[in-house]
């Protein structure tokens, strides 16, 4: 009797740990416009960004030279990239009817445009958007950022 109470303790963890797999594996987001050479590494497969591209929790998202990237969230928040740039997509948590919010990313070179979706209308402190000189909290609903060659950081807010 015991001998099977074991196995059915393995069958339940096993089963936790694939549905937390599969949780972990849904898209937060997809490329809505690409121009150029963009490029999403997802557990470190790289292919290229394409319409309909997901996006996940830890992708990297990367663009060329004369290139630029759009991506749009579960949550309706547009990120813009523009040519030669780095972020990554560091949380992701969308669950508003839970009280579960939140976004952090970081661009560590490059352009950024963001505008607001659902999780910073709702919970502002839950955005972060980190870069090489410190993180910069959402409160407005639209702004640019700039993270030059040497790291430093610049922005704007529209």
């Not at 099977?4 to 594996?25: D, Y």
């Not at 505008?115 to 090489?132: F, Q």
């Amino acid at each position: 009797m015991k001998h099977t109470t074991g196995w059915r303790v393995w069958g339940v963890a096993a089963g936790w740990l694939l549905a937390g797999h599969a949780l972990a594996a849904n898209p937060v987001g997809y490329v809505k416009t690409v121009s150029g050479q963009a490029s999403i590494t997802t557990s470190g497969k790289t292919q290229a960004a394409i319409l309909g591209t997901p996006v996940f929790e830890g992708s990297q998202l990367q663009t060329g030279p004369s290139s630029s990237l759009g991506i749009t969230f579960k949550d309706e928040t547009l990120m813009s990239f523009g040519p030669d740039t780095q972020m990554v997509v560091e949380e992701y948590l969308f669950a508003p009817s839970q009280g579960k919010l939140k976004l952090g990313s970081k661009l560590t070179k490059g352009t950024l445009n963001y505008i607001s979706g659902s999780i910073a209308k709702l919970k502002p402190d839950a955005v972060s958007v980190g870069t090489p000189t410190g993180t910069i909290g959402v409160r407005g609903t639209h702004f640019v950022l700039k993270v030059d060659e040497n790291g430093q950081t610049q922005t704007a807010e529209k």
